[in-house]
């Protein structure tokens, strides 16, 4: 950790002394282009560090958590350097399958019929060292109960495929990432929040659901596509909202990195 805070304090002291030098005239440039030149080449060596030391990772432990005669869950996942990927697909009678290299813990409560259950790394999470252990996670959660889904993560790769989940809360947090996700298809009211620091994020929108999308960001690439999505007032809306079988109700908040919502 001694090094993860040396290594952003200088980046963020180098970040004011350009912002300093552009200020006082003395040196012109694009600051917010080198900036982001600066974080793409940063997201870069994270994700090489982590693919090298994954040749280093320990073996692969199945796991599976039952859902006990749950009627709906909640599913929190802190996931740390590596990859991550979530999707449907769990047996009847589970609520999470998978595998997980690199070691995984959870702990689990169940209360008024509701499940509740926290999946994490073991001891410490490294958001950002770029050459710890990384996690390799492959989760399958149940498609059989309502969900509230909560991921947070640092310096990974993403893939999170609820398109045939029940999810009707997400909050998505990640840092230094590569996200795709994919909202659930037959879900009648979902709500989703996106945070992402430096990242790079596809979010794809099933056909046949209508969505309102607010979007806010400092230098952020944000792509939407407006045939689909057209803006209205401060959001952007599909036309048919209101009378939608599905709809997505998703907030969208951006640090540096680019968005593309389709």
Same mark, same amino acid.
């Given at each position: 950790?001694?090094?993860?805070?040396?290594?952003? @304090?200088?980046?963020?002291?180098?970040?004011?002394?350009?912002?300093?030098?552009?200020?006082?005239?003395?040196?012109?440039?694009?600051?917010? @282009?080198?900036?982001?030149?600066?974080?793409?080449?940063?997201?870069?060596?994270?994700?090489?560090?982590?693919?090298?030391?994954?040749?280093?990772?320990?073996?692969?432990?199945?796991?599976?958590?039952?859902?006990?005669?749950?009627?709906?869950?909640?599913?929190?996942?802190?996931? @740390?350097?590596?990859?991550?990927?979530?999707?449907?697909?769990?047996?009847?009678?589970?609520?999470?399958?998978g595998t997980a290299r690199g070691g995984i813990e959870f702990r689990?409560?169940?209360?008024?019929?509701?499940?509740?259950?926290?999946?994490?790394?073991?001891?410490?999470?490294?958001y950002a060292l770029p050459f710890a252990q990384p996690l390799i996670?492959?989760?399958?959660?149940?498609?059989?109960?309502?969900?509230?889904?909560?991921?947070?993560?640092?310096?990974?790769?993403?893939?999170?495929?609820?398109?045939?989940l029940n999810v009707t809360n997400l909050q998505l947090r990640t840092?230094?990432?590569?996200?795709?996700?994919?909202?659930?298809?037959?879900?009648?009211?979902?709500?989703?929040?996106?945070?992402?620091?430096?990242?790079?994020?596809?979010?794809?929108?099933?056909?046949?659901?209508?969505?309102?999308?607010?979007?806010?960001?400092?230098?952020?690439?944000?792509?939407?596509?407006?045939?689909?999505?057209?803006?209205?007032?401060?959001?952007?809306?599909?036309?048919?909202?209101?009378?939608?079988?599905?709809?997505?109700?998703?907030?969208?908040?951006?640090?540096?990195?680019?968005?593309?919502?389709?």
């Amino acid at each position: 950790m001694r090094f993860n805070n040396t290594f952003w @304090g200088g980046m963020i002291i180098l970040v004011g002394l350009v912002f300093l030098l552009d200020a006082l005239n003395i040196i012109v440039v694009n600051v917010w @282009g080198i900036i982001w030149s600066v974080a793409l080449i940063l997201v870069g060596v994270w994700f090489l560090g982590w693919a090298w030391a994954g040749r280093r990772s320990g073996e692969m432990e199945d796991i599976a958590i039952p859902l006990e005669g749950a009627e709906s869950a909640f599913v929190g996942i802190r996931h @740390g350097a590596g990859q991550l990927t979530v999707e449907g697909g769990a047996e009847a009678g589970d609520l999470i399958v998978g595998t997980a290299r690199g070691g995984i813990e959870f702990r689990k409560r169940k209360t008024n019929g509701k499940l509740h259950v926290d999946v994490q790394a073991p001891g410490r999470i490294y958001y950002a060292l770029p050459f710890a252990q990384p996690l390799i996670w492959s989760l399958k959660l149940s498609e059989q109960i309502p969900l509230e889904l909560e991921v947070r993560g640092g310096a990974n790769e993403t893939k999170l495929d609820l398109s045939r989940l029940n999810v009707t809360n997400l909050q998505l947090r990640t840092g230094a990432s590569g996200t795709v996700l994919t909202m659930p298809a037959k879900v009648r009211s979902t709500r989703a929040e996106v945070h992402c620091g430096v990242a790079s994020v596809q979010i794809n929108i099933p056909e046949g659901v209508a969505a309102k999308i607010r979007a806010s960001g400092g230098i952020s690439n944000i792509s939407i596509n407006r045939d689909r999505f057209p803006r209205s007032g401060g959001s952007f809306q599909s036309q048919d909202y209101d009378t939608a079988e599905y709809k997505l109700d998703l907030y969208l908040s951006m640090g540096v990195g680019s968005l593309v919502v389709k």
